[in-house]
């Protein structure tokens, strides 16, 4: 096997492993608060269906949480296993920062989550309160270091090399890199977007079923209108962090603008069938000078093309198709978030609408999947950004370890995400059990 | 500041390699006794793990995590070496991590298949751990010999997973149930004893340096105190293993034997972190970070501590009922 096939072998089952995990804390982050929300309006209002809304959504909560550590554990083993050169040259400045992770996040959302979910009649009220804020504190922190490990390795600042090994010179510096706020705010806010949109669809795929429902009619109309609120903000912070891509890392953008040579008044590329061969977009529908409009503010702004960054740029396709997915998925979250707020205050949905959002339960994943995928392989070929390459930082692992372990994980996933739908899908349908107090 | 961060952070990956050990050990020794209970039962036995396997389960992350980024030399040479039992075990605690929650929102047949991967997943995780740590104590040699040593390793440690979930569900089970795991407590005592004395002759057989480390008297006297004292607390542990005896008796007998084997062992390796290839200074991370690390455990690990004591304080005394119910 040479040396391309093996870097191909880890990246699929690095990829795969990461773009399976994400799905679940990508959920259970925005979750968390909803669950804080839930628990404040039993405890407000004591009217029995906001409780019997919180249980049943804590045990959603538990299954993806659930889903979201173990497959945590993997990622945690891999980054060794696949990606030792990563460790040797930049180790000094990743481990502390997922060492961070575990310190302040993962005990605290682990622990406080078996109080949350079992110990509700065994402490006092308040302190079930605080409980249910701490593992929502928890998923928030770890999405903090984690993102910052990325961000830095989009827009690595802050450190100083010695004898070939990256050091932090500045830890502040590391942390809040040039990236980090924006990718940390899109993030958290596509994770509310993902769980409002989990909680409305699920909610609507219940009232499909059992119409009148007062706990899926609370939980429904909480999950439209907190999507109503965050979508536009949303699409705020993502034009914000396309800028800021613009100015730290331009080849990504040229990658998802389909922009292959520099040129004056770029147009907006809408849709296109990228072609890395000739380097040219076929059958494209374009606005004219409409990239330079939206990127620089200015139509006959340059904008910099794939051509400059020859060979140091990463594939087209994937982050092209990629953004685009994203953006749609964004687009129509918002249409329909608006639309459905607006109908809600006019009384009980229509069913069309209802499978509206059913059809959108989980749109949240595929939109930050599409996400993830433009920002990682949009940083190719690099795995730290004009530090370390992705080919110099694969393993020694034999091709046959590799595809034997990596059969293992494709089956057990699969087993999971079966059984999580089934599951999710069964428990929705259901729906909350009011329980009747005698 | 003149500390020895190496020494530092290879105490402290100890610790959260031991607490994981101790931890999620009885969580899989539960699992791995699933299959001899009554399904009513089983549910009582799932309930008194609820709600820690979780942070349990952290443990292993740190301990990890810390050879991740204290030695990350290291790293790359153990779980390079033992990437297949590693899969091996990760699926195993995927299995089991989910079917925690699956065995309960199932129905009918997928239920019975997802107890039954509950079983599967503690027993292969166990299995998969005791081989790596065999594989581990003699530097990774290749042979039949030392496959044979792991695999033995491999089945002491689920021997030994089984005495410590059967202790605890002594200390938080009652009636017939508790019947049972003193019962179950013997046998993995037993099994463990066993364990315990072929791996004690093979090591030094296996290993010339843990043989040198043993094997030099006078020194040899004095570290006798070892499995001296392993040889008092298991026989304390049988002896406990009586309805009139308190019910926190044996769980704490396990520990100790568990407390002390790792002392042996880590009296055997240090100050390696790879057998007779590379030290825990070869191995380190820059000063800079193990420093920014350590002043971060310095402060977060005593409220980890806190409120690890809170949930276990929360959720003391005997379990009644099925999770959720």
């Known amino acids: 096997m040479d040396a391309a096939e093996a870097l191909l072998l880890a990246r699929t089952q690095f990829g795969l492993n990461i773009a399976f995990h994400i799905l679940f804390p990508s959920l259970t982050i925005g979750l968390a608060w909803f669950l804080v929300y839930f628990r404040l309006r039993y405890e407000r209002t004591h009217d029995a269906a906001w409780l019997a809304t919180y249980k049943l959504w804590i045990k959603v909560f538990a299954l993806s949480f659930a889903m979201g550590v173990v497959s945590g554990i993997v990622m945690s083993f891999q980054f060794g296993t696949n990606w030792p050169g990563f460790m040797n040259r930049v180790g000094n400045i990743a481990g502390p920062l997922l060492a961070y992770e575990v310190l302040t996040a993962f005990f605290l959302e682990a622990t406080f989550l078996g109080v949350m979910l079992f110990g509700m009649n065994r402490v006092p009220g308040w302190l079930h309160i605080f409980s249910t804020v701490m593992v929502a504190v928890g998923t928030s922190l770890s999405a903090f270091w984690i993102l910052a490990l990325n961000s830095w390795m989009q827009t690595p600042v802050g450190h100083v090399v010695v004898d070939g090994q990256l050091i932090a010179g500045d830890w502040i510096e590391v942390i809040f890199n040039p990236s980090f706020p924006y990718r940390f705010m899109h993030m958290m806010l596509a994770s509310g977007l993902t769980a409002s949109f989990a909680i409305a669809g699920l909610s609507a795929w219940r009232l499909l079923k059992a119409p009148g429902d007062a706990s899926a009619m609370k939980t429904l109309r909480a999950g439209v209108l907190v999507a109503a609120v965050l979508a536009p903000v949303q699409i705020f912070i993502g034009d914000l962090h396309g800028l800021n891509t613009l100015q730290h890392q331009p080849a990504k953008i040229a990658a998802i603008e389909g922009i292959w040579k520099t040129e004056k008044g770029a147009p907006l590329v809408l849709f296109a069938v990228p072609n890395e061969q000739q380097r040219r977009n076929d059958y494209a529908i374009e606005i004219p000078k409409g990239a330079a409009l939206v990127l620089k503010h200015d139509a006959d702004a340059e904008l910099r093309g794939l051509d400059e960054f020859e060979p140091d740029r990463p594939p087209v396709a994937p982050l092209f198709y990629g953004f685009r997915l994203m953006v749609g998925i964004g687009m129509g979250m918002l249409a329909l978030a608006w639309f459905g707020a607006w109908r809600l205050r006019r009384g009980a949905p229509p069913r069309a609408l209802l499978w509206t959002f059913a059809a959108f339960t989980f749109s949240g994943w595929i939109a930050t999947l599409a996400g993830w995928i433009v920002t990682e392989v949009g940083r190719q070929p690099w795995l730290v950004t004009g530090v370390l390459r992705t080919a110099d930082a694969v393993g020694h692992i034999s091709g046959a370890q590799l595809g034997a372990s990596l059969t293992g994980y494709v089956l057990t996933y699969s087993l999971m995400l079966l059984a999580y739908f089934v599951v999710l899908t069964h428990m929705a349908g259901k729906g909350a059990v009011t329980e009747v107090r005698k | ?325």
């Open chain 2, 1 to 325: 500041m003149n500390l020895d961060l190496a020494v530092v952070f290879a105490v402290l990956m100890g610790v959260s390699i031991l607490a994981y050990v101790v931890l999620d050990g009885y969580d899989l020794g539960v699992g791995m006794l699933m299959p001899a209970a009554t399904p009513t039962e089983q549910d009582l036995m799932v309930a008194s793990i609820g709600p820690f396997w979780d942070a349990n389960e952290t443990w292993l992350v740190l301990g990890i995590g810390l050879l991740l980024v204290a030695f990350p030399r290291a790293h790359g040479v153990v779980l390079g070496e033992l990437y297949l039992p590693v899969a091996a075990m990760l699926i195993g605690l995927m299995l089991r991590g989910v079917a925690f929650e699956f065995r309960i929102k199932a129905e009918g047949w997928h239920a019975e298949l997802w107890n039954w991967l509950f079983w599967f997943g503690s027993f292969l995780a166990s299995l998969a751990q005791g081989f790596m740590l065999g594989r581990y104590i003699t530097g990774f040699e290749d042979g039949v010999g030392y496959w044979l040593f792991a695999l033995l390793v491999g089945a002491s440690v689920c021997g030994g997973y089984v005495l410590l979930g059967a202790t605890w569900l002594v200390l938080r089970t009652e009636g017939e149930l508790q019947h049972k795991a003193r019962a179950w407590a013997r046998w993995g005592l037993l099994w463990v004893a066993l364990g315990v004395a072929l791996v004690s002759l093979a090591t030094p057989l296996a290993s010339e340096t843990v043989r040198d480390k043993w094997f030099d008297f006078p020194r040899t006297l004095g570290l006798m105190l070892l499995p001296a004292a392993s040889l008092a607390a298991g026989m304390w542990l049988w002896r406990s293993l009586r309805p009139e005896v308190a019910d926190w008796q044996p769980f704490a007998g396990a520990v100790a034997i568990y407390v002390l084997a790792f002392l042996g062992l880590a009296y055997s390796i240090f100050p390696y972190v790879v057998v007779d290839r590379m030290t825990i200074w070869d191995a380190a991370s820059h000063d800079s970070a193990l420093r920014f690390m350590f002043w971060g455990a310095v402060i977060v690990l005593p409220f980890i501590a806190g409120y690890t004591v809170f949930a276990y304080r929360v959720f003391r005394g005997k379990v009644r009922g099925a999770l959720y119910k």
